[in-house]
């Protein structure tokens, strides 16, 4: 499904923010990847979700080399893969329900088909009383749960996410984490960013583990239980 090999990453002609990562995601897996501020996490979520290039070394997706992609080969790549952003990425001129049902509309679904089932997810997801509101009257709580319904209403291969519950309550925040889990029961592969340890030792999944920008593999109990303190 996701293969790394010693993979390196930098903006520009900056320092490298990723270094030598390899590791390697089954299908149907569901990993947490977490870590210090700034350690690399949105960079390498970047990669993931191909909206960045590695600087070295080999991105393997859906068993194609990302090196070996052209341009045209994009979007069909892009629509296996539900990515929900740190910042949102709604559009603000397009309601709730409009921003969801998205990614079924590239897909090719007809209206008819389509309606139904987003109103059904907005509702599951709290908003059933918002499915005409545009982002820039919604919380950031709100933007953030049309930003995942957005991400999962197509049932992606694979879903990452960077800090999706960031900005709801705990209860929310559990719900949609199960939301997730259910999902990875019928197949997606799932990768949630967060610096959320109790959910990361509520839920056991296996975590990656990210430190200036270096990897390495820890189960939930194994976290540093402050990221700032000298690994163990
Ligand atoms: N667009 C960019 N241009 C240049 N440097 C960047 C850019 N985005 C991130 N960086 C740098 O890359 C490094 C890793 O940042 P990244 O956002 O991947 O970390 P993170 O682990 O996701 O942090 P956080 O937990 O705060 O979201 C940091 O040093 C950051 O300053």
Do not use: C
Not at 91 to 118: C, R
């Amino acid at each position: 499904m996701v293969r790394f090999e010693n993979v390196g990453m930098r903006y520009g002609m900056g320092p490298e923010v990723l270094r030598d990562i390899s590791f390697h995601l089954r299908p149907g897996s569901f990993h947490f990847l977490t870590g210090p501020t700034g350690a690399g996490k949105s960079s390498l979520l970047k990669l993931l979700a191909l909206s960045h290039r590695p600087s070295r070394g080999l991105v393997t997706l859906f068993d194609r080399e990302v090196s070996t992609l052209e341009r045209d080969d994009l979007p069909a790549f892009r629509r296996k893969i539900g990515v929900v952003y740190q910042e949102f990425r709604l559009l603000d001129h397009l309601s709730a329900i409009d921003n969801v049902a998205l990614p079924l509309k590239i897909a090719g679904a007809v209206d008819s088909q389509i309606y139904q089932h987003v109103a059904e997810l907005l509702e599951w997801v709290g908003l059933g009383n918002q499915v005409d509101a545009k982002p820039p009257t919604l919380s950031g709580g709100e933007k953030q749960r049309v930003a995942i319904a957005r991400a999962i209403i197509n049932r992606p291969q694979l879903l990452i996410a960077d800090e999706p519950t960031g900005s709801m309550d705990a209860e929310m925040g559990l719900r949609l984490m199960r939301l997730f889990q259910e999902l990875n029961k019928i197949g997606t592969t799932v990768v949630v960013a967060t610096h959320d340890l109790d959910m990361i030792q509520r839920f056991g999944n296996p975590v990656m583990y990210l430190r200036d920008g270096l990897l390495s593999s820890r189960s939930a109990a194994n976290i540093p239980e402050r990221f700032d303190e000298t690994d163990t």
